[in-house]
């Protein structure tokens, strides 16, 4: 009966959103009382999931489980869920994760609630708060399946320490032949991936051109930010098309969003709305992004940015 929470990781390493999401079934498991028990596949230093709310963490070792394949992943979690007989499975809301739960919804006959934002206000029913609108209105939700999977919004619960231990078991499920191969995946390994930063810089065509993206780089550089675009600048190939934000690119949940020379039309504020502190930096005082920014600046890109690099430099050297 325990909450089931799959823990992704990369190269052996879990990812951020793997500690929040058990960081949240913790919380979840406190309400209904019981406990948590992690999916980790191919992953090192299990046990240190305890620190954040696991009490067991059932360990998969299996090299066709090496490259993501959202059949074989959901047979997994599948068979975990079953094996524990979980009433709740806690995902994040990875691109990853929205691939595998509604597979995991039809094989456990479970329903499914995504961009879930807090902990249940309720268990009986199970009620969760979550986004809709794009993330300009939140809607309280009953999930009355009698399992229920939950997909948790990035960067909305936060990571708790709580300090426990857990238990690592291994764990081998029978892995479906999924008829998909994948050979090799390309992936920019010197950059903060957007999905896992809690703060994004991000440019428009107010920077006239790809000439002049190094004081993008520059300041995230600085911040320890990833570096995004809005779509024409990735449709006139000045940066490549997976730092493409908004509606049709990459959704943005980052605690800081910056964004230089963007004018912030509607499907571009639809991604990235889920964003706690938004900064708008464009000469155009009558741009739509000023409308929803929590912070504007009136100015030239060219002059505020080097200003502002200059002035964190100075107090990340003052307080080092």
């Known amino acids: 009966?325990?909450?089931l929470v799959y823990t992704e990781s990369e190269n052996g390493k879990f990812k951020k959103a793997a500690l929040e999401v058990v960081s949240y079934a913790k919380a979840v498991a406190d309400q209904m009382g019981t406990t948590v028990t992690a999916v980790a596949i191919n992953a090192d230093e299990n046990d240190n999931l305890g620190a954040y709310g696991a009490?067991?963490?059932?360990s998969v070792k299996d090299g066709s489980?090496?490259?993501f394949n959202a059949k074989k992943h959901a047979a997994v979690i599948e068979q975990a869920a079953k094996n524990e007989g979980a009433k709740v499975v806690v995902l994040s809301s990875s691109a990853n994760s929205k691939y595998l739960a509604p597979l995991l919804a039809v094989g456990l006959d479970a329903g499914y609630v995504s961009n879930v934002v807090e902990a249940p206000s309720s268990t009986s029913p199970f009620t969760v708060k979550r986004t809709a609108f794009t993330n300009k209105a939140f809607a309280n939700t009953e999930i009355n399946t009698d399992v229920k999977i939950v997909g948790l919004s990035n960067n909305s619960f936060g990571i708790v320490e709580a300090g426990g231990s857990a238990s690592v078991e291994d764990f081998s499920p029978s892995i479906p032949d999924s008829g998909v191969n994948v050979e090799s995946v390309d992936k920019a390994t010197d950059k903060v991936s957007i999905a896992d930063a809690?703060?994004?810089?991000s440019g428009g065509r107010g920077l006239k051109g790809p000439e002049n993206w190094g004081m993008i780089e520059?300041?995230?550089d600085v911040l320890g930010a990833a570096t995004a675009c809005s779509k024409p600048v990735s449709d006139l190939g000045w940066r490549p098309h997976s730092e493409h934000v908004g509606q049709t690119g990459k959704p943005v949940a980052s605690n800081l969003y910056i964004a230089v020379g963007i004018s912030g039309a509607i499907q571009h504020l639809a991604g990235i709305n889920a964003s706690k502190v938004k900064v708008v930096i464009n000469t155009d005082p009558e741009a739509p992004f000023f409308k929803a920014a929590d912070y504007g600046v009136v100015g030239d890109a060219f002059e505020v940015v080097p200003t502002l690099i200059e002035k964190l430099k100075a107090f990340k050297a003052q307080n080092a």
């Open 1 to 3: 009966m325990s909450v």
């Open 218 to 220: 520059e300041l995230a």
């Open 55 to 58: 009490s067991k963490v059932l």
């Open 198 to 201: 809690e703060v994004v810089v």
């Open 65 to 67: 489980l090496d490259k």
